[in-house]
């Protein structure tokens, strides 16, 4: 899954892994060891909850949920509570982002790599008590390649799926029609066949009616309130083991301010930002007593999305985005008056790296950047040049069109996030000196003229993993809505001949080196088009209090983010901050860290190894 978490409030979620090869003939991997990262010794306990003597841990988020409903979230916020919900096939180790066994404890393909077979752990239980098999997966695959619905939001990950069987409770076969390279990176939440099944339109089930919700994950959602909190409980009978703290709050808060201000009285043990702390609220909490802040890499990358047109995928077109943006040299003129340098200093604070091309240089593998000939860097004058050839000369103090009218501009801005509108004010400045009026339209939900088509351009960020995948796959012509203003997995109704061959290409590519060149010529040609603009890849910051979390994973663990990972890790391993672990055995290590993964062995015909990558929410995000 995926996230992201600018245009539609959809993470991103983000879907990154991938199994790289070499070689081809039959691929295994069997768990058997210690999760990297995540303490062995120790642990034990944390804030008790007032009211009821258990352990809680509150994180307080910005972000509003989309839908519980794994099957229609896209959103950071909602994909990331999927993953403490339900088991996904397989994981990403928290050290190095290399697959590791989920649901499947194995898994390996035919020669011609065209059927794939899933061995499917039979320590999994539902938390009805209902055993998890591989007719779940395979029900919730069907699922997905039957009805349009279910196919929202991760549709892409089984758009090339022949047939899913299920020949017996822990064997899961799924047949391709052609090479798939993220058979080992399928970002899929697997629910339960026997409550899914009586769900009749998909498209209205949000899966927030009936609590506590059936899962397999670590943690069960038992409570949820529009735009107030989702509480969950540990789920004791996780076959990695239960979490150490009992209880799991995500408590929204509209204000960031207010979000640190509870976290300073303690009323919430982690503030994750939105998606960031800003740098003054960083600093303000440094020098304050129980608080630790945590900054790593990002995994999201803040952007300019540029309205293409809009259009379902019959081509019908709707919305009203402008039509001058329709013109490369309109939209690269834009781009080529942001100081991105200033942004970094000024608004970011240094806690953020100049953008450059779509995947963030955490993901060395697939890091990519312009040539000096194609370099949109800032250059007020070229942009000025490109305005005039376009046919917008300067008339008065503003550019108008062939038609007389002037060149005025809207952009969505999320209204929870400073960032959205300090840098909406250097763009007014800067395109007004070029004669471009701008309208910074800052809501609370901006998915409502996203999906609408009703923008100009719009704040746009997303959250990528290891494998770029799901991002890559919101640009693609199938990504686009059956109707009219509906949701869909596009990020902004982007829709190219030569991007979706590309994108075909690097989904059937084993050899690490050829995908890589691919995925790097569809990054080239996004930052040609001037469709997409990174602008930065904002470091992740965040805080939490040391008296009630005493030690929490970050991802990857030499220098990553809590909040928004691709797993469950950060929760599932966070140590009560006094006292011994909700199991009483004193943090020994019995409840649970273990597994990760001992061997694997790929053979591909003809010979070499299967490099894992990992992939998508990213998430985020979508969001």
Not at 96 to 107: E, F, Q, R, S, V
Not at 207 to 230: A, H, L
Not at 527 to 537: F, K, Q
Request: proline share 6%.
């Amino acid at each position: 899954m995926v996230e992201r978490v600018p245009p539609s409030p959809v993470q991103p979620r983000a879907r990154l892994r991938v199994l790289l090869a070499s070689g081809a003939a039959a691929l295994a991997l069997t768990a058997a060891s210690v999760v990297p990262g995540v303490s062995l010794g120790a642990a034990p306990q944390q804030a008790q909850a007032a009211d009821s003597g258990k352990s809680t841990l509150t994180v307080a988020v910005a972000q509003s949920v989309d839908s519980l409903s794994p099957f229609l979230a896209q959103r950071l916020m909602s994909t990331s509570i999927s993953r403490l919900m339900y088991d996904f096939l397989t994981n990403y180790d928290p050290e190095d982002n290399h697959a590791i066994p989920g649901l499947a404890t194995k898994w390996e393909p035919s020669a011609d790599k065209l059927t794939w077979t899933y061995t499917i752990r039979s320590d999994s239980k539902w938390s009805d008590g209902q055993q998890a098999t591989a007719e779940d997966a395979a029900w919730t695959f069907n699922k997905m390649m039957t009805d349009e619905a279910a196919a929202q939001a991760n549709g892409n990950f089984v758009a090339n799926f022949k047939k899913v069987t299920a020949p017996s409770p822990t064997q899961l076969v799924i047949e391709l029609k052609e090479p798939q390279a993220t058979m080992a990176a399928l970002d899929v939440p697997i629910v339960p066949k026997h409550v899914w099944e009586k769900v009749g339109d998909f498209s209205k089930f949000n899966n927030d009616k009936t609590f506590p919700i059936v899962g397999n994950g670590p943690f069960v959602v038992t409570d949820y309130k529009v735009d107030q909190y989702v509480k969950l409980k540990a789920n004791k009978d996780f076959w990695r083991g239960k979490p150490k703290f009992d209880e799991l709050v995500f408590k929204t808060y509209k204000d960031q301010d207010a979000a640190v201000a509870a976290l300073r009285k303690g009323e919430v043990s982690f503030v994750a930002g939105s998606p960031a702390l800003t740098p003054a609220q960083a600093n303000s909490l440094k020098g304050d007593k129980n608080i630790k802040v945590n900054e790593g890499p990002g995994r999201r990358f803040f952007a300019l999305a540029t309205n293409p047109g809009a259009q379902t995928k019959d081509g019908k077109k709707f919305g009203n985005g402008n039509k001058a943006l329709l013109d490369q040299k309109v939209r690269q003129a834009l781009f080529l008056s942001i100081d991105r340098k200033t942004i970094i200093d000024k608004v970011f604070q240094g806690h953020a790296v100049e953008g450059q091309g779509y995947i963030p240089p955490r993901f060395t593998a697939y890091q990519w950047k312009p040539t000096a000939e194609q370099s949109l860097a800032y250059d007020p004058a070229r942009a000025a040049k490109l305005l005039d050839e376009a046919g917008y000369p300067v008339k008065g103090d503003q550019r108008v069109g062939k038609d007389g009218k002037p060149l005025d501009l809207r952009i969505l801005c999320h209204a929870t996030d400073p960032n959205d509108k300090a840098i909406g004010k250097y763009l007014k400045e800067w395109w007004g000196k070029l004669g471009i009026g701008l309208k910074v339209d800052c809501l609370d939900d901006v998915s409502v003229p996203w999906y609408a088509g009703e923008y100009d351009l719009a704040f746009d960020g997303w959250s990528v993993n290891p494998d770029p995948d799901f991002v890559l796959g919101i640009h693609t012509c199938a990504a686009l809505p059956a109707k009219a203003k509906d949701s869909a997995s596009t990020d902004n109704f982007i829709c190219d001949k030569k991007y979706d061959e590309l994108y075909k290409k690097q989904l059937a590519e084993y050899d690490p080196a050829k995908r890589t060149d691919l995925v790097n010529q569809m990054q080239s040609w996004l930052y040609d088009s001037g469709y997409m603009n990174v602008i930065a890849y904002p470091n992740a910051v965040e805080a939490y209090r040391t008296d009630q979390i005493k030690s929490i994973t970050t991802m990857p663990k030499s220098a990553g983010n809590i909040y928004g990972q691709d797993g469950y890790w950060s929760w599932w391993s966070a140590v009560p901050a006094d006292g011994e672990g909700s199991d009483g055995s004193g943090g020994s290590g019995s409840t649970g860290v273990v597994i990760g993964i001992i061997a694997v062995v790929v053979v591909l015909a003809g010979g070499g190894l299967f490099v894992a990558m990992r992939r998508r929410n990213t998430a985020d995000d979508r969001e």
